[in-house]
């Protein structure tokens, strides 16, 4: 069974625009981190916000925050005021203890496209 | 400022050739990790070392091994390369394997003809 689904494999939002990225995980360990990455065209990933699963407030990182909602095991990802430089594919993870320590299963991603 | 450092960049093989994909840290974290990443499928691990001296299979292991040389350097080796072994490949690294965000190097493409 998959650990972390992403429903939407492409995205389109306007400049300046709020854009609601999602995904939901699946796990039955108590302890767990979610983790957002972001991946432009040139290829490298990059760290944008993390949620660990007894943070009691949503986290949030500049333009960027998690709406963690525990029971519905969801963790999305919420970009506000868009940009163009915001295009480029994002890939939710989570580690949990269950398994292999400190591994990240992700989710296979939303390509995100920012339009003027 | 580096980081995570990949080296190669980009490498092209001929099936059967072996080679090693090399990385390094200098953000002294104990942990580190080799995936692949292949179209669609997000990234998948290959192998991992929560630290110095330990190393353990991942999800995908097979036709790879890996050495943990010291804190630092992490290196991937395939053995006899096949088509199969086309992708991108990154390491990364971690503090500790406690839910601590990964940090990844920019990538090694692969492929194998």
């Known amino acids: 069974a998959q650990k972390i689904t992403q429903t939407q494999p492409g995205m389109f939002v306007q400049e300046k625009e709020a854009v609601t990225l999602d995904c939901t995980y699946d796990?039955?360990?108590?302890?767990?981190?979610l983790f957002w990455y972001k991946q432009p065209s040139s290829g490298e990933m990059i760290f944008l916000i993390y949620q660990g699963s007894y943070d009691q407030q949503n986290a949030t990182e500049g333009r960027y925050s998690l709406n963690f909602q525990k029971a519905r095991k969801s963790a999305n990802l919420v970009i506000s005021a868009s940009q163009l430089g915001d295009s480029a594919m994002y890939f939710c993870a989570m580690a949990d203890r269950g398994s292999t320590l400190g591994r990240l299963y992700f989710g296979r991603g939303t390509q995100l496209t920012v339009w003027p | 400022n580096a980081g995570v450092t990949q080296t190669p960049k980009f490498q092209v093989l001929k099936t059967g050739q072996s080679m090693t994909l090399q990385c390094a840290q200098d953000m002294n974290h104990n942990s580190m990790y080799w995936y692949r990443q292949d179209p669609g499928m997000g990234l998948r691990l290959i192998y991992y070392s929560a630290s110095e001296g330990t190393t353990d299979k991942g999800e995908v292991p097979n036709g790879y091994n890996v050495s943990r040389l010291n804190k630092r350097e992490f290196s991937l080796r395939l053995e006899s390369a096949a088509p199969s072994q086309t992708s991108v490949y990154f390491c990364?690294?971690?503090?500790?394997?406690?839910?601590?965000?990964?940090?990844f190097g920019d990538g090694t493409r692969l492929s194998i003809l």
């Open positions: 990364a690294s971690s503090e500790d394997a406690d839910n601590q965000p990964q940090h």
């Open positions: 796990t039955s360990d108590p302890s767990y981190g």
